[in-house]
């Protein structure tokens, strides 16, 4: 059975006539007009929310998956979710939750490479190579993305030696956490790339999409039957199952009695490309009964400006931080939300895409802004984060990355400003261990000497959780990937290493 086959996918800067299936849209990645695809017809969720509640993940993610992939039959999704669930996570809830004092934690780090891109990136490439099979497609699929740390690493693990895949990542060689840039340096997989680049996250992420839509480029691969997609979640088959764990996280609450069914929550998300609390966004449009959604961001607040100005505004300093994987001032999937709230019309979305590119800036009118009531925005400095992992800890017993961190900042501030008593679940997006040299400056009040695996070893001193082994054994492992290169020789690096 396939489920309709009635639910298209646009471009946010074209026409519903170029739409595409599911399927083909997961293959395309970006859309070729430089915009991302979203659903035509957004859909709606008829099973009732206490049906969800107690369901496995694996069950709940067919159920939300199959309203936004409805080109794939029921027994594709069932194989799909199988492969990406399964033992490779270190607990059968997948995301669980965890109460800490009076808040809640959504663990999304316990996949292979510890962080939350993994609960997409198990199942992205299994969404890809079944889409090449379903669109007669015969030619390699190569995975060109830039992460700010943990998609790198997480895109290579899924990726590595899938068949007729290959997958090239580019990182800032100064913006990664010593041991995020050690998990990618010593990927295995013989058609795995990353290379180091001298620039930020804004500088990879903007070259890479040039890259992507390059005609020239294109045209040359495709004379060797080699397609480009992406596994940041400009892809929609890396955003729509991050939907998944929004309900899971609902659906542990009801069931330890934290609320009853139907009650309200706040989610507070450490926001960067703006994917994860998206992913939230389009939780609540399909009815979860969300409150607030609590967009936390660090130093690079471009966010925060925005959802208290409506002003979208690059022009500042690019600060590089304890939370490295926040270091964004060009958020991709604001486009997304940006679309609806300028009515879903491409031509406005253009425009103000346009201007923000060119000038640096563009600001929604009142009445688009307006839209804009379910979220609420948060910055953080390094100070606050630092002490939020280190009250965190004492007033807990709980270890947080600094990620969360920023998260548990703004989340605390929220409560304080507000006096909701809505119930607060904030959103855990990586094991400590990835940041052991700002946890262990938090927790010691002084900033270390250790980095490292020394750093992870003296963390491991002062809390009581376990290093992962997954941790652990890269202390062992040999790099393999030990290339930088300057942002201008991106393109270039590109076509040598498919085309040699």
Not at 29 to 54: E, M, N, S
Not at 237 to 244: D, F, H, N, T
Request: some cysteine; glycine content about 6%.
């Amino acid at each position: 059975m396939v489920y309709g086959m009635t639910l298209q996918y646009r471009s946010t800067r074209g026409n519903e006539s170029n739409s595409l299936t599911a399927s083909q849209a997961i293959l395309q990645g970006l859309a070729p007009d430089g915009g991302l695809y979203v659903p035509v017809i957004f859909p709606k969720l008829t099973t009732p929310l206490k049906d969800l509640v107690g369901l496995s993940y694996q069950d709940l993610a067919l159920q939300i998956l199959k309203l936004f992939l409805d080109d794939y039959t029921e027994a594709e999704l069932k194989a799909c979710i199988t492969a990406a669930y399964g033992d490779q996570f270190d607990t059968n809830l997948i995301t669980p939750v965890h109460q800490a004092g009076n808040v809640n934690y959504l663990e999304l780090y316990h996949g292979p490479t510890l962080a939350f891109k993994d609960i997409a990136l198990q199942l992205l490439p299994h969404l890809m190579t079944t889409a090449m099979t379903k669109n007669n497609y015969d030619g390699q699929i190569t995975i060109l993305t830039a992460t700010s740390g943990d998609t790198g690493k997480a895109a290579m693990a899924g990726f590595a030696d899938v068949p007729n895949t290959r997958i090239i990542i580019f990182y800032p060689k100064d913006g990664v956490s010593a041991i995020q840039k050690q998990q990618m340096v010593t990927q295995t997989g013989d058609n795995v790339n990353v290379l180091g680049i001298d620039g930020n996250f804004d500088d990879a992420q903007r070259n890479v999409k040039a890259i992507l839509n390059d005609s020239a480029i294109q045209a040359q691969l495709a004379t060797q039957n080699i397609q480009f997609s992406s596994a940041n979640s400009i892809n929609i088959g890396r955003l729509i199952p991050q939907i998944v764990y929004y309900f899971a996280a609902y659906g542990q609450l009801v069931q330890n009695k934290t609320i009853a069914l139907n009650d309200e929550v706040v989610f507070s998300v450490p926001t960067g490309n703006f994917g994860d609390i998206l992913a939230g966004w389009y939780a609540k449009k399909l009815g979860l009964p969300i409150k607030r959604l609590l967009c936390a961001s660090n130093e690079n607040n471009i966010l925060t400006d925005f959802f208290h100005t409506g002003q979208y505004n690059k022009k500042r300093a690019f600060h590089v931080t304890s939370s490295p994987s926040m270091d964004i001032l060009v958020s991709s999937n604001l486009e997304r939300l940006l679309f609806e709230v300028l009515d879903e019309d491409p031509t406005a979305l253009s425009a103000f895409m346009q201007e923000f590119e060119t000038a640096g800036s563009a600001t929604l009118s009142t009445t688009a802004k307006t839209k804009l009531a379910d979220f609420v925005a948060y910055d953080t400095d390094q100070a606050q984060t630092l002490a939020a992992i280190r009250q965190t800890q004492t007033q807990a017993n709980y270890t947080i990355d600094p990620h969360t961190a920023v998260a548990t900042h703004g989340a605390m501030a929220y409560l304080k400003d507000t006096k909701d008593t809505a119930p607060m679940v904030i959103l855990s997006t990586a094991n400590p261990y990835k940041f052991p040299e700002t946890v262990l400056w938090a927790l010691t009040a002084h900033k270390p000497l250790e980095s490292g695996f020394e750093a992870i070893q003296a963390v491991s001193n002062v809390i009581s959780l376990p290093v992962p082994k997954n941790i652990s054994h890269l202390k062992r492992a040999k790099v393999r990937f030990d290339q930088t290169i300057s942002v201008a020789q991106m393109a270039p690096t590109v076509l040598n290493i498919l085309t040699h």
